[in-house]
């Protein structure tokens, strides 16, 4: 009977229960500390849990607002394509979901996640914009709610309809090496078009769509009662706000939706389509990136350069927001700012 493990002693246990202990302690300091992606990352080593949806926590950010802050990374094997903010609204009739996420699974993997906090139903779906990351979750909280409207502006359902639903579908699951298999595309099917007010459950929703800003789709939708507004990708926190599909993106338009929304008296706490949830101080900086990104790239276009030239000495530039994550793809972010730049002058 030698190769029977041998139980552990009291001695050896206590040793484990206080190295957990110690993880446990430096874990919380951690992540009390650093309100970014790299805090699910430390996560992710110290516990060896993926970086999936299911192992980052549903933080409640007001009365009725709960939103669960994925990693800043691109689609991947390991994240399964988790990367956005699925966010909730507890109303007296149920919950409003805004941007279930970036799959099925992402979609299901938060209704676990508001079971704990009340057993009540799904009563409305909310798409910010048409982005992969932000609807295709919808399925996953239709499979369980079919009778739910999805509400999404009516250009979102129109590119979505026209093909662009399955070509992020394809985008998502190649990237993700398959996550996607099971995933099958609910394109919205209540259109807005900006200026509603709705009332679901006793709270009140402003609706605002601001023409072209990250894309021509966007909504903000304004959470009345609890001074909230979910920014969908027209604010991102410490990422580079255009580093996702730059060419759907008009930089002055983001610009102004972001003062807009700043400007407006009734909202105090802003929920951005990626990171952490800001204020309007914080707003502030990414409208100060985008007047930067263009004063800079304008500057060299007025001494003739092209885009892929000027690369090097509009990073230089924009020093100051180099820690923000992905950066490094400032590059392809330039040659659509430049593209505008180039629009305005002709
Ligand atoms: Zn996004």
Redesign the pocket.
């Known amino acids: 009977m030698g190769n029977e493990p041998r139980p552990f002693s009291q001695e050896r246990i206590k040793q484990m229960h206080k190295a957990n202990l110690v993880k446990l302690a430096l874990l919380l300091l951690f992540n009390s500390f650093f309100h970014s992606s790299a805090s699910a990352q430390f996560l992710g080593g110290l516990t060896d849990l993926p970086p999936t949806i299911e192992n980052y926590p549903l933080q409640r950010l007001s009365e009725r607002v709960y939103v669960v802050i994925g990693p800043h990374d691109w689609p991947n094997k390991q994240t399964k394509g988790f990367m ?1 903010n699925p966010a909730a609204i507890l109303t007296d009739a149920g919950f409003v979901i805004v941007d279930p996420g970036s799959s099925a699974d992402v979609g299901r993997g938060f209704l676990e996640k508001l079971k704990c906090v009340s057993d009540k139903p799904v009563v409305a779906v909310f798409n910010t914009h048409l ?1 992969g ?2 609807f295709l979750g919808n399925q996953g909280i239709r499979d369980a709610y079919p009778k739910a409207p999805i509400y999404a502006h009516q250009r979102t359902i129109d590119r979505l309809r026209s093909g662009e639903a399955q070509e992020w579908h394809d985008r998502f699951n190649g990237m993700t090496q398959g996550a996607l298999a099971n995933t099958r595309i609910a394109i919205p099917d209540k259109a807005l078009k900006g200026g509603e007010t709705m009332q679901i459950g006793g709270i009140t929703l402003k609706i605002h769509h601001p023409g072209h800003a990250h894309s021509d789709t966007d909504l903000m939708i304004e959470v009345v009662e609890d001074k909230l507004m979910f920014m969908g ?1 027209i604010s991102m926190n410490k990422f580079m706000p255009y580093s ?1 599909m730059p060419q759907d993106a008009s930089f002055k338009g983001t610009a102004s939706a972001l003062r807009a929304a700043i400007d407006n008296t009734g909202v105090e706490t802003y929920v951005p ?2 990171g952490y949830p800001e204020d309007k101080k914080s707003m502030a900086i990414q409208i100060n990136f985008t007047e930067d990104l263009l004063a800079s790239v304008k500057k060299y276009f007025l001494q003739g350069m092209q885009a892929h030239e000027m690369t090097a000495r509009v990073e230089k530039d924009m020093e100051a927001y180099r820690t923000w994550d992905h950066f490094d793809e400032l590059g392809k972010v330039i040659a659509h700012a430049y593209v505008e730049v180039e629009d305005e002058h002709f």
């Open positions: 956005n982005h990351d932000h990708d996702a389509g990626h």
